[in-house]
């Protein structure tokens, strides 16, 4: 039963719904958005993140949902900017999606901060295993029987700003609206995204900070924005813990909590429990970790900004 859901799910998506992947966690990724924000923390940085979907829906055993990530970036100054490489896989059910995204930020100072102005440009593969499901009734000539695949040259766009205690950035994904035709000759439309980020961070107390966010993922049809404030607590050896609560507008909240394994080694958690459907919550983990960059240069007080 689960996959004939999940099959009506597909169809919907094809035609109209978001095709960005969902991540609770939004605010240690925004290179998966953003092609603006690579090369904007001086170092070399990676984060893994993984998310389990609806965790219980696909209780017959059939394939579930689940989405990775994996992004690295760092500055280089030659270039007069940052590089940075997001790769994305998803999966629901017998559906996939696979993006892979280089991108290249152009930095300079403003103010009293620095701006990005970055591109992105890539490969979006999407398929379907067709012969996996189990429809309740055969000979649908829009079912593959077999599995089928197709991909498309993908462009994005960004812009972030971002000074010790403040960022903000808005980007778009797919910007042509490639059409991906799959190679039963059934065509798979992607729809031009935007996104708007913004964060702040505010001392409380030599240990205690407060640092509150937004996401906001639109289509230009429907939209998602979470609400986030993280407490951060940072210790004698400049390590960190942090926990808080995300609202995501007419689905429901999110509990977020981390911990600086090492001052380069980082780890975090997401749970979502979702307020308006029975579908189930969703469990996220990310992994990130840092490399130094040695220079001689001196670090501007931007360049080493103190969110998450």
Do not use: C
Request: proline share 3%.
């Amino acid at each position: 039963m689960n996959r004939i859901l999940i099959l009506f799910f597909i169809s919907t998506i094809t035609v109209s719904a978001q095709q960005a992947p969902q991540f609770s966690q939004n605010m240690f990724n925004k290179l998966a958005n953003n092609p603006g924000f690579a090369g904007s923390r001086g170092l070399i940085a990676t984060s893994v993140l993984h998310r389990s979907q609806w965790i219980g829906f696909n209780e017959d055993g059939g394939a579930g949902v689940s989405t990775q990530n994996f992004s690295i970036d760092a500055e280089v100054p030659f270039l007069n900017g940052g590089v940075g490489l997001n790769i994305v896989k998803d999966n629901i059910s017998e559906f996939s999606n696979l993006g892979l995204q280089a991108s290249y930020a152009f930095r300079t100072e403003l103010g009293v901060g620095q701006i990005g102005m970055g591109m992105s440009i890539g490969m979006f593969q999407s398929g379907l295993n067709g012969g996996a499901l189990r429809p309740a009734q055969g000979g649908d000539a829009v079912i593959p029987t077999g599995d089928v695949k197709g991909s498309q040259l993908d462009l994005g766009a960004g812009v972030y700003f971002n000074t010790q205690d403040m960022y903000i950035g808005v980007s778009s994904a797919h910007m042509t609206e490639p059409t991906i035709e799959w190679s039963d000759g059934q065509d798979f439309d992607l729809s031009r995204h935007y996104f708007l980020i913004s964060g702040y961070y505010h001392e409380i107390n030599p240990i205690l900070s407060l640092n509150p966010s937004i996401y906001l993922k639109s289509d230009g049809a429907t939209s998602q924005l979470d609400i986030n404030t993280n407490i951060i607590y940072t210790n004698p050896n400049n390590k960190q813990m942090w926990g808080g609560v995300s609202y995501r507008l007419d689905e429901g909240f999110i509990l977020l909590a981390g911990i600086d394994v090492t001052t380069d080694i980082r780890i975090g958690l997401g749970y979502d429990v979702t307020m308006v459907n029975t579908m189930g919550n969703s469990l996220e983990f990310m992994l990130g970790y840092n490399f130094k960059i040695k220079t001689d240069k001196a670090i501007s007080k931007y360049k080493n900004p103190r969110f998450l």
